[in-house]
């Protein structure tokens, strides 16, 4: 685990820098911030080798003001591709160094940004996204894995990191999974959960005690239809699959080269993280699995897609109205590419698999864990109330039209 920082000065800015090869920074390389001429420096964005364009949207420096008055900063970033200037029209600014986001108008022309910033004192990052590496996932371990949730380490990464899980809810009840940072840049999810979670443990009653190995029941009060679902499910979430990926600074693959989307099953024997993920959630044998992704770029949809018809149909009227952040919700029936580990175990086990694809365009941090809170007492409430018929009819559904044909590669 390296952790170099590259610093270029912002020219006739005394004190003024650009950051750069710092864990999850992108790019990570000196070569990648050169200063140019009027007083720019530019940031060349990497896209690692054997990644498509279509997951070009990782972007992290940090802008640093060593003096006591906001100075500004002239910056040109080039994107690894063209193709995507529309989805580079809105980016990220966390005050110090992330304590505090807002989200920056700007305007992409044939692959290339310029961007004139205010740089308050201080250190602050600039990010496609809001910033979610791997110091933010052990923080929340730490803060959710004795209460109200149990931490377990299921894997260990070629780079020597844990992949963990927060285990909550009912023990021996009906198993859901729920996954995201497949791809390293899509922290929505990550947010979602810390939502969620920080509900859950806030609703807790004075006195409780967590009893070690209480295997029958460990009753969580959470706020509302969540509440309900805990006794009825057991939850396994994982804020981060993909750790080395995340702490490389990567758009899509981890640095074995392994898309932790679609390649998660049958290439796990390429990357120690993926193979211990994909035996333990195996074993697990698991109702449901929600694997969350997010989307860049001006959406206004917030997806979630299932090959299951009758969960579609039973999840649309109960999704919380998101209007407030711009978006609306699109449902989608559809087959999973068949690398999917959720696929794998629909296969298997009759598993429901679920997909969600959140876009950040318009939310801050805050809004993002709003919006997971709200959907996840959405989802729960109607997991809970599953039964084991309309698992059968999941994988019958399923099987009918089991072909990967028309499926958007995850
Ligand atoms: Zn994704």
């Not at 949207?57 to 591709?81: C, D, K, Y």
């Not at 110091?135 to 070629?158: K, S, W």
């Not at 206004?300 to 609306?328: I, W």
Request: glycine letters at 10%.
């Amino acid at each position: 685990m390296t952790d170099k920082v590259h610093r270029a000065a912002v020219p006739g800015k005394a004190g003024v820098w650009v950051e750069t090869g710092f864990e999850n920074a992108n790019p990570q390389s000196a070569d990648d911030i050169r200063v140019r001429r009027k007083g720019v420096v530019e940031i060349r964005q990497r896209l690692e080798r054997g990644a498509s364009e279509d997951y070009a949207f990782h972007l992290h420096v940090a802008l640093a003001n060593e003096g006591r008055a906001a100075a500004a900063a002239r910056l040109r970033i080039r994107w690894a591709t063209r193709r995507h200037d529309g989805c580079y029209d809105h980016m990220y600014i966390g005050y110090d160094d992330g304590r505090e986001w807002r989200m920056l108008a700007t305007r992409a022309a044939r692959g290339v940004t310029d961007l004139e910033l205010v740089v308050p004192p201080g250190r602050h990052l600039l990010c496609l996204h809001p910033k979610f590496d791997y110091g933010d996932c052990l923080e929340m371990l730490d803060r959710y894995g004795t209460h109200p949730a149990g931490r377990i380490d299921v894997a260990m990464t070629p780079e020597g990191r844990v992949v963990s899980c927060l285990r909550l809810g009912k023990r021996g009840a009906p198993r859901l999974v729920i996954t995201t940072r497949a791809h390293p840049y899509e922290t929505a999810g990550a947010f979602c959960m810390s939502g969620w979670m920080e509900s859950i443990a806030g609703a807790r009653p004075d006195g409780e005690e967590h009893h070690e190995g209480h295997e029958e029941h460990e009753t969580i009060l959470g706020p509302s239809a969540s509440r309900a679902a805990l006794d009825r499910l057991e939850i396994f979430l994982f804020p981060m699959i993909n750790p080395d990926a995340v702490a490389a600074g990567n758009c899509c693959l981890a640095p074995t080269g392994v898309n932790f989307g679609r390649e998660l099953f049958p290439r796990r024997g390429e990357d120690a993280g993926a193979r211990g993920l994909a035996d333990f959630i195996l074993g697990l044998e698991p109702s449901f699995y929600l694997d969350m992704h997010n989307y860049t770029g001006p959406h206004l949809v917030d997806d979630f897609r299932t090959p299951d018809a009758a969960l579609a149909e039973a999840v649309r009227p109960v999704l919380p109205d998101r209007s407030r952040d711009q978006k609306t919700w699109k449902v989608t029936v559809t087959p999973f590419h068949e690398g999917y580990l959720s696929e794998v175990c629909r296969r298997r086990f009759g598993t429901v698999p679920i997909l969600t694809e959140f876009p950040w365009y318009l939310r801050r941090p805050e809004d993002m864990r709003e919006h997971g809170r709200l959907f996840f007492d959405a989802l729960l409430s109607v997991l809970a109330g599953w039964r084991e018929g309309n698992r059968r009819q999941t994988q019958m559904d399923a099987e009918k039209r089991d072909t990967t044909k028309g499926t958007k590669s995850i």
